[in-house]
């Protein structure tokens, strides 16, 4: 019912910027809340960022300062933009899409691969 599409990743240098894209297609009217995962080599997934319907967002706190939330509700595109990014930022990060009408469900993208070419 949701499709999401991540574009963005790629190699960088530690200290540089990446900026990740998610878009949504599908029932996008259903969608109350989106956000970041990313999973590194031999870690689980973990919560990067997020957003709700009303725009209220939320970050780990080893991305404070330095990753920021937007999104364009005219294209269904979230973005993040990452800034001062480290090696152990390296990981796959995944797009996540959640509704709770009319029963809770999530959906994920298939990733976008962010590497540390330091």
């Known amino acids: 019912q949701v499709q999401l599409v991540e574009s963005g990743g790629g190699l960088v240098q530690a200290g540089g910027s990446l900026r990740l894209s998610c878009a949504a297609s599908?029932?996008?009217?259903?969608?109350?809340?989106m956000g970041w995962y990313r999973q590194a080599p031999g870690k689980e997934r973990e919560l990067v960022a997020g957003?709700?319907?009303?725009?209220?967002?939320n970050y780990a706190d080893f991305v404070k300062g330095r990753f920021t939330l937007s999104r364009d509700n005219t294209k269904n595109t979230l973005y993040l933009q990452m800034n001062s990014l480290k090696p152990e930022d390296t990981a796959v990060y995944y797009c996540?899409?959640?509704?709770?009408?009319?029963?809770?469900?999530?959906?994920w993208g298939k990733g976008t691969q962010v590497t540390d070419s330091s």
């Open positions: 996540n899409a959640g509704r709770v009408v009319p029963s809770k469900a999530q959906y």
């Open positions: 599908g029932i996008v009217s259903i969608i109350n809340t």
């Open positions: 957003i709700t319907r009303s725009g209220t967002t």
